[in-house]
């Protein structure tokens, strides 16, 4: 039986509502969030709120008219129900910061700002938003469909015994959810959009213009050692350190002091400079950087501006000249406290203090020196609060009643006669008197405890010298019972040679001195200690050496066949960056014949061709013309080429007149039916005719190029060729392979032919080939081997180091992802590496693609589904020019590392 038209209605209105919550909820799967302003919550409400007003009865309708109908029922249904209350209350509180926002922003300007359509929409389904953000949605329409002899008509949807139930149920999946808050001020800098994490990372750090800046994991290569150590240097942008001095999305600024003095070697002078304590999530980091390099952006201006007045070899020259001293980089420190043992402050009356920092290796780093003022207490206080939960200073800092953190009283005890020479009874204190310190010299030594590093052995006590500890003020007596534990075993760290790897000693067991003619047994015990941690570091580093050359070779062995053994990155690059010129073009041929193919292949690879000359160059690249050719000769190609298509054009066109009478005719179907061999061959054609017609009228059709007649001209093509190979047949995408070379050559034969030998390497990219498999592999390899830092993150956001979102790249050469004029350039790229630098360009060029974003992937922590939507949004808003350049410097890498055996 028919459905009547209210059946008709509700099961429409129920497709509305399947169809959005199936959309909101694969939004939270495949993006793990769903913001509370997106466009499937505006949906979704839209076809609740159908719902809901569908059958209201008639004397509800009258007393709600003039309102919105829906509010209105809710605040009807708020009277008796809770839930509906809560929702009624938040929508008000919304709508009236609403209304003082929108007073304050128009206030009695003649040019209000205009509200969009989305913001309009939002508000309208205001109550549905809040009672599905706050999950009583589910609860609400489940209380409507019992309670709807009060509100609707019997023929209503939440009336209908089966329609009402099922809406309720619906909306539980979605009223589960998570969302994200709805847009405030901060939000833009949550999700945003593909072209706004390229806009913001250029205005922070200025790197796009020349790939990838910031400072990165060296891969794994071998670099050739020059007198010029500052070449070798790595390069750090001025503007990107002075920035990550401040607080930032990813470190807290924890302290920071300028002109406090370090003395960066033994001969030189103290340099003031800013002295900075940062936490991160998983270390504490102090920074003390030269005055001289806190103006980043003028200084990176003078670097550019000097590379670019000088040459190479002057280059150093004249930024000494100009007052450039770059080796203040060499003089900045950069300290992990996790590699940090003791601090030693020393205190003296005329200055403010002095910092020592020792590391696990007993290595000092150089003195820092504060300023008078309690900097230096003030330091250690930020440092022993940033060091908490996972670790503390020992001793800690004291907390004072008045005055908060203050040094830890260390007392000493002193005779009479030490502390008064001149004898006097009065004014001298009683034996045992006890002083503390602040009256004058005096030296701390803190110890950095960490949980996530074992406590410090004995032996690494003893690497430092023992007239280290026993000279500084302590006395057993003056710790408490913790410290007195953690002193007394440093002595007996330093005057038992059996301690060295003993348990620590109970506190009440202080062992006796030690006579004094045992310290040349302890010094033979120091000895051994040393000489057994210098075979362990150098046998360390032997074998981390041989694995390093182990793992080298294995690399070379692997992807020399992705590079071409000859190098031809040349000085003659710089000149052949101007491509194939048409003056160029002209000057290589004599008597009509192309004499040099390796300059033209090794100039169009640097350089590209001139567009007004591609038509004439691109049958030589693909492989329709043979370099040597006399222009008679090519004319004869060019002949025999058009009779050869004419006559394949007319056997598929006499078999589509019978495939279009086939399918006018039904009758003839079954005589066709007689002969199997032909009911297939039809068939299988008049599939592919579907698909051609399909993908052809959608193919580039915003091109000024694709008029009907060219349209027509691509489909002789594309058929032309599914006929001749129907073993292969039409896959999706091979219009957007012929598309490109007919603009170019404009004519249907040669284009043809020149997309019959494109396709004999890109065949093998469709589903029937196996070469996509080789692609990921040999990404793979290469992002292992040549960024690891980024490979690591690909690894463990989700492994998406299968690089299954490269596929559309490999599949049309990066046609998709490029304008039709950088499509030009990366193709003629592609076929002339094959002769010059590596058959395997494709790979160099997705790889490039990635590094060129390397710092928007790695600051904003991209997963599988964040780079897919990523470069699926700056699809033809790449610079191709910058990409084809990282592309051949990754080949010239990979070349290099292979060489250098």
Not at 44 to 64: F, T
Not at 162 to 173: E, K, Q, R, T
Not at 461 to 490: V, Y
Request: net charge negative; with cysteine.
């Amino acid at each position: 039986m028919a459905n009547t038209p209210d059946e008709e209605t509700k099961d429409r209105l129920l497709r509305g509502v399947k169809k959005e919550v199936k959309q909101i909820m694969e939004e939270a799967v495949t993006r793990k969030f769903v913001h509370e302003d997106s466009g499937s919550i505006i949906s979704l409400c839209a076809a609740v709120e159908a719902c809901l007003s569908h059958g209201l009865k008639r004397s509800l309708v009258s007393i709600l008219k003039g309102g919105n109908t829906t509010v209105s029922l809710l605040k009807q249904v708020a009277k008796g129900y809770p839930p509906a209350g809560e929702v009624i209350t938040k929508v008000q509180e919304i709508e009236s910061r609403l209304e003082a926002n929108k007073k304050s922003m128009n206030g009695d300007s003649p040019n209000k700002p205009q509200y969009s359509i989305r913001a309009a929409l939002q508000q309208r389904h205001l109550w549905i938003r809040v009672a599905l953000f706050e999950k009583h949605l589910a609860k609400i329409v489940e209380h409507l469909h019992e309670n709807c002899g009060k509100y609707y008509e019997k023929e209503a949807y939440l009336a209908d015994p089966v329609h009402g139930p099922i809406l309720a149920s619906l909306l539980v999946g979605p009223c589960a959810l998570d969302y994200s808050k709805m847009k405030t001020a901060d939000h833009y800098w949550t999700d945003p959009p593909a072209d706004e994490l390229v806009q913001r990372h250029r205005i922070h750090s200025n790197a796009l213009a020349s790939g990838a800046n910031s400072p990165r994991r060296p891969g794994l290569q071998v670099k050739k050692t020059t007198g010029n150590t500052d070449e070798h240097r790595t390069a750090v942008s001025a503007r990107d350190y002075v920035e990550s001095l401040h607080q930032n999305s990813r470190s807290q600024l924890l302290y920071g002091k300028n002109n406090v003095l370090v003395q960066p070697k033994e001969d030189a002078e103290q340099i003031p400079g800013y002295l900075s304590l940062h936490q991160t999530l998983e270390h504490l980091t102090i920074k003390w950087t030269p005055n001289q390099l806190m103006n980043g952006a003028a200084m990176e201006e003078a670097e550019e501006e000097t590379d670019k007045r000088f040459t190479p070899q002057n280059r150093n020259r004249a930024k000494r000249k100009n007052g450039h001293k770059v080796i203040y980089w060499d003089y900045a420190l950069t300290v992990n406290l996790e590699d940090i043992v003791y601090l030693h402050c020393h205190q003296q009356p005329d200055c403010g203090g002095t910092l020592v920092l020792v590391g696990q290796d007993g290595v000092q780093y150089p003195p820092i020196h504060f300023p008078c003022g309690g900097h230096l207490l003030a330091f250690l206080t930020c440092l022993e609060n940033g060091l908490l939960p996972r670790g503390l200073l020992d001793p800690p800092l004291w907390l004072q009643r008045g005055k908060g953190k203050v040094l830890p009283k260390l007392k000493r005890k002193s005779s009479a006669q030490q502390l008064n020479p001149g004898g006097s009874e009065s004014t001298s204190p009683k034996e045992g008197t006890q002083i503390f310190e602040g009256e004058e010299a005096t030296d701390y030594v803190f110890r950095i405890i960490s949980a996530f590093k074992p406590d410090i052995d004995h032996d690494e006590a003893i690497l430092h010298s023992p007239p280290k500890f026993t000279n500084f003020p302590w006395s057993l007596k003056d710790f408490g019972p913790r410290h007195q534990l953690i002193r007394q075993n440093l002595v007996q760290s330093l005057h038992s040679p059996k301690s060295v790897y003993a348990p620590l000693s109970p506190v009440n067991e202080l062992s006796s001195p030690t006579p004094h003619h045992q310290w040349a047994e302890q010094g033979s015990s120091i000895k051994l200690l040393c000489d057994t941690m210098r075979k362990q570091i150098i046998s360390r580093a032997f074998y981390g050496w041989l694995a390093h050359c182990r793992h080298l070779r294995t690399v070379r062995t692997h992807l020399s066949g992705l590079v071409h053994p000859e190098i031809i990155w040349s000085e003659q690059r710089q000149n052949e960056e101007q491509g194939m010129t048409e003056e160029k073009w002209r000057s290589l041929f004599q008597d009509d014949r192309v004499i040099d193919e390796k300059e033209v292949m090794r100039s169009i690879y640097f350089g590209g061709v001139q567009h007004e000359i591609r038509h004439e160059v691109w049958p030589y690249l693909l492989g329709h013309y043979q370099f040597g050719l006399t222009e008679k000769e090519r004319n004869e190609i060019d002949e025999s080429t058009r009779i050869n298509f004419e006559q394949i054009l007319a056997e598929w066109m006499a078999v589509e007149t019978i495939i279009n009478q086939r399918e006018r005719d039904t009758q003839a179907a079954k005589v066709s039916s007689d002969n199997s061999s032909d009911n297939d061959l039809l068939d299988s054609f008049s599939l592919n005719l579907h698909r051609i017609d399909k993908d052809v009228q959608r193919c580039d059709r915003n091109y000024f190029f694709f008029t009907t007649a060219n349209l027509e001209k691509l489909r002789n093509v594309m058929c032309t060729y599914v006929w001749e190979h129907l073993d292969v047949g039409y896959v999706q995408g091979m219009c957007d392979l012929v598309a490109p070379l007919l603009v170019i050559l404009e004519d249907e034969a040669k284009t043809y032919n020149c997309f019959c030998e494109l396709m004999k390497r890109m065949c093998k990219n469709f589903p029937h080939g196996g070469a996509m498999d080789n692609h990921f592999a040999n990404m793979r390899s290469l992002i292992q081997i040549l960024d690891s830092e980024m490979f690591e993150l690909m690894h463990q956001n989700g492994d998406y180091t299968h690089f299954y979102f490269c596929y559309r790249w490999f599949l049309l050469d990066f046609k998709r992802e490029l304008v039709y004029d950088d499509t030009f350039s990366v193709w003629e790229t592609i076929w002339t590496a094959k002769h010059c630098a590596s058959a395997n360009f494709v790979l160099f060029i997705a790889l490039a693609l990635v590094e060129y974003y390397r710092d928007i992937i790695l600051d904003n922590n991209m997963d599988f589904t964040d780079i897919i939507k990523f470069f699926n949004e700056m699809a033809e808003r790449h610079d191709a020019k910058a990409v084809l350049k990282i592309a051949r410097e990754l080949v010239h890498k990979v070349q290099t590392l292979i060489e250098n055996k």
